[in-house]
């Protein structure tokens, strides 16, 4: 077979997929816990909202993103991130006030391919709009700690800052500028060519960032309203016993990030793909698509590298496997009955032996044999150390005692 999957896109297949499945359910389910119904929206949008709704001057929009005109000669986007998306939406819908939205799907950016870095990657993330409120910059953060947790992802840690409003980040931007200028010759040119354009992606710079400990940090700029805000959000996860440390070059290089940014850091990947995770507050955001003025704030969650850091899946996708020894329209027919009562189960359709039929079963590493020998017989459950003849009705109950 000459096809391969394009290049940094992947086949999420058995057994490793139903890891995926898991976790995904799991976000589902947190998500819904915390009140955010789903939002399905289009895999590609207009270039221009990205171009508005992730920036221009954005590495994302200038060099990542899959543009294309389609057949009535439109540029289209495969979208690289939710927000904008998520926003429009909002906008669209005609909805006033509060709400709220989480969503799961593929997203496309073109990366230089590597572990925890693709080409077509999945995110989870949910987007509260339509409040300043810091709390709800707290249920947002939470939700997200709470769900990386649920994965039990180890050593997860959450990362948190302020970056000011258009209030206060002039000053910031300004001070930030001349200590960069005093700096340049330690930068690497790329980020010189930033200074000018958008000092704040400096700090962001994976080669330059760790170099500017003693750059000002956006915490002694705040105006009053937003260090009341930073407090109050600090005041909140504490409340809630969510653990966070303040990190000050965490930065968003665009105007209309407002106060809040966060990340979660699975300290155990290699540090170029560490981030799990990141969010924060985007007051401007719904302006800067040509709508009303809007809060609002959210995360986003690669499910890639959460899964990349869980390691290898050790769940089978099956509860058991039926072997027949009356050929397989029975089994059929008994699948159907044990599915009905939620047992995961699978059979061979093509009627071949018992003793094939247990090699299967093996191959497929099931925790749970059962052998069906016909009508009026009892059902031999087969596990490893225990054996049990039960009759077929009995046997999704031996299953839940378990
Ligand atoms: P971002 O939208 O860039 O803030 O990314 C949010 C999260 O999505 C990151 O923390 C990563 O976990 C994940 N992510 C972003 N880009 C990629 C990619 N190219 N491949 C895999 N995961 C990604």
Same mark, same amino acid.
């Given at each position: 077979m000459s096809f391969q999957p394009p290049? +940094?896109? *992947? @086949?999420?297949?058995a057994p490793e997929s139903q890891a995926w499945r898991k976790t995904l359910r799991l976000w589902d389910d947190w998500s819904e816990r915390y009140g955010y119904p789903l939002v399905n929206l289009p895999?590609?949008?207009?270039?221009e909202l990205f171009e508005r709704g992730v920036g221009e001057t954005s590495e994302v929009v200038i060099k990542q993103m899959y543009t294309f005109a389609d057949q009535g000669g439109r540029s289209v986007s495969l #979208? !690289?991130?939710?927000t904008a998306s998520v926003v429009r939406a909002y906008l669209n819908s005609g909805h006033q006030g509060v709400w709220k939205g989480a969503y799961s799907g593929p997203f496309f950016r073109y990366e230089r391919p590597q572990a925890g870095r693709r080409r077509q990657f999945w995110q989870v993330g949910v987007e509260y709009i339509a409040t300043p409120s810091p709390l709800a910059d707290v249920e947002v953060i939470e939700l997200g700690y709470r769900f990386i947790t649920a994965t039990e992802l180890p050593d997860v840690a959450l990362l948190i800052n302020s970056i000011g409003d258009p209030v206060c980040r002039p000053r910031y931007v300004a001070a930030l500028e001349e200590y960069l200028r005093e700096h340049e010759? *330690? =930068?690497s040119a790329e980020s010189v060519s930033l200074? @000018?354009?958008? !000092?704040?992606r400096v700090l962001d710079s994976k080669v330059d960032g760790p170099k500017l400990t003693e750059a000002p940090r956006t915490l002694d700029y705040l105006c009053e309203e937003c260090a009341q805000h930073f407090a109050s959000v600090k005041e909140g996860l504490e409340s809630l016993g969510v653990p966070y440390k303040e990190d &000050? &070059? =965490?930065?968003? +290089? =665009? @105007?209309y990030y407002t106060r809040t940014a966060f990340e979660y850091v699975a300290? +155990? =990947? *290699?540090a170029a793909q560490n981030a799990v995770g990141g969010g924060g507050r985007y007051d401007g955001l719904a302006e800067a698509i040509g709508g009303r003025p809007t809060p609002g704030v959210g995360f986003a969650l690669g499910i890639d590298r959460i899964m990349l850091a869980l390691g290898e899946p050790q769940r089978p996708h099956l509860d058991a496997y039926l072997v027949s020894e009356t050929g397989p329209e029975d089994a059929l027919r008994v699948a159907s009955a044990l599915r009905d009562e939620g047992i995961r189960v699978d059979f061979d359709v @093509? +009627? #071949? &032996?018992v003793k094939a039929q247990f090699r299967t079963a093996s191959r497929l590493q099931v925790p749970v044999v059962l052998v069906w020998k016909g009508e009026g017989q009892p059902v031999d459950v087969q596990t490893e150390g225990e054996r049990a003849m039960l009759p077929l009705r009995e046997v999704s109950t031996w299953f839940s005692s378990r």
């Open positions: 290049k +940094g896109t *992947d @086949d999420i297949i895999i590609f949008e207009a270039t #979208r !690289p991130e939710g010759s *330690d =930068l200074i @000018d354009r958008n !000092p704040l &000050s &070059s =965490l930065v968003r +290089g =665009l @105007d300290t +155990g =990947l *290699d @093509d +009627g #071949r &032996s």
